[in-house]
């Protein structure tokens, strides 16, 4: 499985940019798919997550009302729309996927598989 990272780039606080992973070797079906993020000196965070199969959705709490997650299960892609995008949203951008058993889907350690990331810089 291989899960490749786009969209990311410098963006000014307040605009929109999304990211896509696109999964490739097999279906991921029933899979959790995330997106995790890394700012420079901090540990990998939890951003947003989507059962691949239902399509339920879970957000860290600063990001509710601006990020959206969805899947294109035509292009086997999963994407993240930022909106009202601020400074603090800066880092790099990882897909993760973990295995349907997965319950703690918050945790980096619980992910399966990851993308190469994409990074995000927002200039205030």
Same mark, same amino acid.
């Given at each position: 499985?291989?899960?490749?990272? /786009? !969209?990311? !780039?410098l963006?000014?606080a !307040?605009? @929109?940019?999304r990211v @896509?992973?696109?999964?490739s070797g097999r279906?991921? /079906?029933?899979?959790?798919? $995330?997106?995790? =993020?890394?700012? +420079?000196g #901090?540990?990998r *965070?939890?951003? $947003?997550?989507?059962k691949?199969?239902?399509?339920?959705?879970y957000? *860290?709490e /600063?990001v #509710?009302g =601006?990020?959206?997650i969805s899947r *294109?299960?035509? #292009?086997n892609?999963?994407?993240?729309q930022?909106? /009202?995008i601020? +400074? *603090?949203?800066?880092?790099v951008?990882?897909?993760? $996927?973990?295995s +349907?058993r997965?319950?703690a889907? =918050?945790?980096?350690?619980r992910?399966e598989?990851?993308?190469?990331?994409t990074?995000v810089?927002v @200039? @205030?």
């Amino acid at each position: 499985v291989q899960l490749q990272a /786009s !969209g990311g !780039g410098l963006v000014q606080a !307040g605009g @929109s940019l999304r990211v @896509s992973c696109a999964v490739s070797g097999r279906t991921l /079906s029933g899979y959790t798919m $995330a997106w995790f =993020r890394q700012a +420079p000196g #901090k540990e990998r *965070e939890f951003v $947003a997550a989507v059962k691949w199969t239902t399509g339920v959705t879970y957000y *860290e709490e /600063s990001v #509710k009302g =601006r990020f959206t997650i969805s899947r *294109e299960n035509a #292009k086997n892609t999963i994407n993240l729309q930022v909106n /009202s995008i601020e +400074p *603090e949203d800066t880092g790099v951008y990882y897909c993760a $996927a973990a295995s +349907p058993r997965t319950l703690a889907i =918050r945790v980096a350690g619980r992910y399966e598989f990851w993308g190469q990331g994409t990074q995000v810089t927002v @200039s @205030s």
